[in-house]
């Protein structure tokens, strides 16, 4: 999980407390839709500017691990570009995300809230790329399963572990990347 939180923590600058305090905030506020860059604060800006995984215009941010912009990751704040992504969020706002994504092997709808009656499996990688983006090293990696793929043994450098334990990994990461910067989270 370290090595995971200080990726994640590398990928968007978050090495001091007043970018993490400013990443938070920023959190914040995209859960309403996309922030006018012209409302940010400076330490907001910093983090913008700094971010190497972030989607913005010329007028607004749309995404910082959630985003506004689609993909098959949906939540109740908007879009996540992974699973993982929303459960981090989960972990970080203290609520469920209503994250609805489909299983990756049959194509079936998967609904992740707080009474998820379906028995999830999430696909995490333990292994990253040096030099290739977060997004593409991890993000594309961390999907959404309803059954343990029988081939899990064989997909190099991703583990698949159970919902309730990819929401305490989420959890953890969080704390270590925040470090109690986040009201809702345990510090």
Not at 53 to 78: A, M, Y
Request: hydrophobic content about 40%; proline content about 3%.
């Amino acid at each position: 999980m370290d090595i995971l939180a200080t990726r994640i923590r590398d990928a968007l600058n978050l090495n001091d407390r007043q970018s993490r305090r400013a990443f938070y905030e920023l959190l914040k506020r995209l859960r309403s839709g996309p922030v006018p860059l012209a409302e940010l604060n400076v330490q907001q800006r910093w983090v913008v500017n700094r971010a190497q995984e972030i989607e913005s215009d010329k007028t607004h941010v749309q995404g910082l691990l959630l985003t506004h912009n689609e993909t098959p990751h949906h939540t109740r704040w908007g879009y996540t570009w992974c699973v993982f992504d929303a459960l981090l969020c989960e972990a970080v706002f203290g609520e469920a995300s209503n994250l609805r994504t489909s299983c990756v092997a049959s194509g079936d709808p998967v609904i992740v809230n707080e009474t998820a009656a379906q028995r999830v499996w999430v696909s995490l990688p333990w292994r990253f790329e040096e030099g290739v983006g977060l997004r593409q090293s991890f993000c594309c990696k961390s999907r959404a399963y309803l059954q343990l793929p029988e081939a899990a043994q064989l997909q190099e450098g991703v583990c698949f572990v159970s919902l309730a334990e990819a929401r305490e990994i989420a959890r953890r990461v969080a704390d270590l990347l925040l470090q109690g910067e986040a009201g809702g989270m345990a510090s």
